[in-house]
């Protein structure tokens, strides 16, 4: 069946420096979608990219979307203590939603 | 809008204990979703469902069951619990198209830490 892999699964970062992450699925997708879970909270969406090779940008967030549609990744430049949870990407599969296992960012001050 | 709510927050079982996860969404959202997520670990599928009366199993769906008789509610039922089934447990609603059925974003609910001791 359908997977989709991220890696890293952790990544430790000095506050200012930047992160990037990384989502690969085994067939290509319609969309792809973004996600934020804090410490002990639950996941938040943050964006949807749907065109091939498509690059959205939220502050010092960037995502990009493969053109090929099978892989994208999420960029966080000048990383900040808020920016600390972990960051999953979901692609859809004929009415649920595929999630990677995540990349958990941890930032020291 | 409350948007999607899960009761109870917390929850203690003895093995072999039965209980109902509540969740509730007033965004009338067509697809709802349960997944449990271990300590550390990411998010596995129980069960959807893309419509009231219409259920399928995700990828760890037993010793659960659900139903949805309503476009809002959509219990997810625990029968003879066990200690691996100590996990959080979020809720999440989208607006799916119903032709494709690609879910679109999907909202979650806080959560319920459940421990089987």
């Known amino acids: 069946g359908q997977q989709v892999m991220q890696i890293p699964q952790y990544q430790h970062v000095q506050e200012g420096e930047d992160f990037t992450t990384y989502c690969n699925s085994s067939?290509?997708?319609?969309?792809i979608q973004w996600y934020k879970q804090r410490p002990g909270g639950h996941p938040v969406f943050l964006i949807q990219l749907v065109k091939s090779g498509e690059v959205k940008k939220q502050k010092r967030l960037t995502f990009q979307f493969g053109e090929a549609k099978k892989n994208s990744s999420l960029h966080i430049t000048a990383t900040q203590t808020t920016d600390v949870g972990t960051y999953f990407c979901?692609?859809?599969?004929?009415?649920?939603?595929?999630f990677g296992q995540g990349t958990t960012l941890q930032v020291k001050p | 809008n409350a948007g999607v709510t899960q009761t109870p927050k917390f929850r203690i079982l003895k093995i072999g204990q039965s209980m109902t996860l509540q969740c509730a969404q007033d965004m009338n959202h067509n697809y709802m979703y349960w997944y449990r997520q271990d300590p550390g670990m990411g998010l596995k599928l129980i069960y959807y469902s893309v419509g009231a009366g219409i259920t399928d199993k995700g990828e760890v769906p037993n010793g659960y069951n659900v139903s949805r008789s309503t476009t809002e509610d959509f219990p997810l039922r625990l029968e003879l619990a066990a200690p691996s089934q100590t996990s959080v447990y979020f809720c999440?609603?989208?607006?799916?198209?119903?032709?494709?059925?690609?879910?679109?974003?999907?909202?979650f609910g806080p959560g319920t830490r459940l421990t089987v001791l």
């Open positions: 067939t290509t997708l319609s969309n």
């Open positions: 999440a609603s989208t607006r799916g198209t119903s032709v494709t059925r690609v879910p679109n974003e999907q909202f």
């Open positions: 979901a692609g859809p599969n004929t009415g649920k939603l595929i």
